[in-house]
């Protein structure tokens, strides 16, 4: 019953943009810091960003640092991730995920991830 599932990935030229969703079924996030993951093909599971159970504390990657904006509605129970000025190399599988709750109220360990979505960025 404990569910997080992404939309929002798709196909897109560098220099565009996407927004990613996370939906939660069976729980309410704002129990939770919220990250998102991404993983390349060869590559491990890396952190991309994170937002704290009020949404006043985030935390990015330094790769993304300036170009995606990670924001929550906890009334609608979504996380979102702003993704502007798309890079190549941002191409991967995209993963939310709910934490526990760590330093500065961001993310520790992962409690429940999401299925993933496909972010392809490529003209």
């Known amino acids: 019953q404990l569910q997080l599932v992404e939309s929002g990935g798709g196909l897109v030229q560098p220099g565009g943009s996407l927004r990613l969703s996370c939906a939660a079924s069976g729980f309410t996030l704002d129990y939770y810091a919220i990250g998102w993951f991404r993983q390349a093909p060869g590559k491990e599971r890396e952190g991309v960003s994170c937002?704290?159970?009020?949404?006043?504390?985030?935390k990015y990657a330094d790769s993304v640092k300036g170009r995606f904006t990670i924001s929550r509605d906890n009334a609608k129970n979504r996380v979102y991730l702003q993704m502007n000025s798309l890079k190549p190399e941002d191409t991967a599988v995209y993963y939310c995920?709910?934490?526990?709750?760590?330093?500065?109220?961001?993310?520790?360990?992962?409690?429940?991830w999401g299925q993933g979505t496909q972010v392809t960025v490529s003209s």
């Open positions: 995920a709910a934490t526990t709750i760590a330093t500065m109220d961001l993310c520790g360990r992962v409690k429940y």
């Open positions: 937002i704290s159970r009020s949404g006043g504390s985030t």
